[in-house]
């Protein structure tokens, strides 16, 4: 398996970079499994990952209908922060948080994890009570939160707009200074090569088309490489659960697929060294390593499953981004995407045993779910193997919305667009 | 995209507010039944390809429509009224 240090990279540039060995294997599906993990993102690979190295089960399969990371982990915006209100989620993705800090080491693969911090913008002095309600339910939990003033943010990101004629004035904001962000793909490759060679098969190019059953218990998987037999399968499909649930013979969820586009400029000199979010829009921008700012906004905000967005929300994110903006009125558009989400009723995940005997469900990631990625991925591990929730994935159950117990960070009730 | 009022014809999407899944059955007010009540508030059919839906024309003329959208193409089946499900005359 190909290891990276200083030594490796040096003797391989000498060569020629002739002699580097693929990451992971390619192998054919075995008949049996003790676990199969449908879906090969983040999610999925981190799950197996976990799986392997925290309770010795390497006997696993990643099952993954296109190539690896093809989904949502190559999809998104990269922002990984731990900055919300109600304890479920804070607790929950701080302990994210705490992986994330300690993945490139873990993995022995560079993430690029960078520590650049995300500062949320308050518009009206509303805003700003209650980002400083958020900041202190988050420092009451250990997770760090300041709240910055309108100078502060001047010296921090010089080219916003923070004058008092501008269109939503700033009048301060809430940072949270361990929030940053990552290279999506590497984190896809790392979990990818520590999975492997711990043992997991993941195989590539391999969609699930149905379920095999005995009684009322799922046993394996009918895919297009053949049927696969194991005896827990489980779910991170994200985007896709109502399909693929479908195929297992549960109609309705509480979710509903929607397309999230974001975008990414041609290159510029840096000019924003943190992530910014737009208190009065949705909108939220950082620049990557190579210079693009890479930004989006809203959800299209209907039932989709095309992987592509439409124009009204391009030119809503880019009117949000002059608000802020106004110097990058001649920056060009380098790229643009769309990818599914899977919007639950309260706007909070699912990582839970069940729904069918067999059966382990994580799905729910809203538009949230890159940085849930080494969390979700450690609890569903824990879930699988345990036969129960940890703690920190206990109230993302799948029954929350039939008992009362949503877990709704922004209020907006059973909206899936809204949240 | 484009969704045709009954009444105004061809209009851009953003005239239109999305209210979701069509498929969902409300009980009747006074019903205490907890599981057609929780149904009807959080489960959705969300299904990949035709999908019957409800929309406002609330930068119009603010009916309620039920459209027949797939989900996979954005391609746009049939809109009606969403209440009594005739079919409206006049321009498509």
Redesign the interface.
């Known amino acids: 398996m190909a290891e990276y240090s200083a030594f490796s990279l040096l003797k391989n540039a000498l060569t020629g970079n002739k002699d580097w060995k693929p990451a992971w294997r390619k192998p054919d599906p075995k008949a049996s499994y003790d676990v199969i993990v449908i879906g090969g993102g983040g999610h999925g690979l981190s799950t197996a990952y976990y799986l392997a190295k925290e309770h010795g089960i390497t006997n696993v399969a990643v099952l993954e209908k296109g190539w690896l990371g093809s989904g949502n982990v190559g999809r998104n915006t990269t922002a990984v922060r731990s900055n919300y209100l109600l304890p479920q989620n804070t607790r929950f993705y701080e302990h994210s948080m705490k992986l994330w800090e300690n993945l490139s080491h873990d993995l022995n693969y560079n993430v690029m994890f960078s520590q650049r911090g995300c500062l949320n913008l308050a518009h009206t002095p509303g805003q700003l009570d209650d980002y400083a309600r958020r900041g202190n339910a988050m420092r009451h939990l250990g997770v760090d939160a300041d709240l910055m003033s309108v100078d502060q943010i001047k010296r921090l990101v010089p080219a916003l707009d923070i004058s008092g004629s501008a269109r939503f004035p700033i009048l301060g904001g809430l940072m949270q200074r361990r929030a940053g962000s990552a290279r999506h793909d590497a984190v896809a490759w790392g979990y990818a090569r520590g999975a492997d060679r711990r043992g997991v098969d993941i195989i590539e190019n391999c969609e699930v088309t149905g379920f095999l059953r005995d009684g009322g218990r799922i046993t394996g998987v009918s895919t297009t490489r053949g049927e696969i037999r194991a005896k827990k399968v489980a779910l991170a499909v994200a985007g896709s659960t109502g399909r693929v649930m479908q195929l297992a013979g549960i109609s309705h969820m509480p979710i509903e697929s929607h397309v999230l586009q974001a975008f990414v400029s041609e290159s510029l000199k840096p000019i924003i060294d943190t992530i910014l979010t737009f208190g009065m829009g949705h909108f939220y921008i950082s620049q990557s390593d190579k210079g693009g700012l890479v930004y989006g906004g809203d959800l299209d905000g209907y039932n989709s499953y095309a992987q592509r967005g439409s124009l009204p929300i391009v030119d809503e994110v880019m009117s949000e981004m002059l608000a802020l903006f106004p110097g990058l009125a001649r920056v060009r558009m380098l790229r643009s995407w769309g990818g599914l989400c899977d919007m639950t009723m309260d706007g909070s995940p699912i990582i839970t045993t069940g729904p069918l005997p067999g059966m382990y469900l994580n799905c729910g990631w809203c538009y949230g779910g890159f940085k849930a990625t080494p969390a979700s991925g450690w609890c569903f591990a824990h879930t699988i193997a345990k036969d129960e929730p940890h703690e920190f994935n206990a109230p993302f159950t799948l029954d929350r919305f039939y008992r009362g117990l949503v877990i709704d960070d922004k209020g907006q009730g059973a909206t899936p667009r809204l949240h | 995209?484009l969704i045709t009022c009954p009444y105004c014809g061809p209009r851009?999407?953003?005239e239109f507010t999305?209210q979701?899944?069509g498929n969902r059955e409300r009980p009747q007010p006074a019903s205490q039944n907890?599981?057609a009540w929780?149904?009807y508030?959080?489960?959705?059919?969300?299904?990949?390809g035709d999908?019957n839906?409800i929309w406002q024309h609330s930068g119009g003329c603010r009916a309620h429509l039920r459209v027949v959208?797939n989900?996979?193409?954005?391609e746009i089946r049939s809109t009606t009224f969403a209440r009594g499900g005739h079919k409206a005359e006049g321009r498509s």
């Open positions: 995209m851009d999407v953003i999305y979701g899944d907890l599981d929780n149904a508030v959080y489960d959705r059919l969300n299904p990949a999908h839906e959208r989900t996979l193409t954005h």
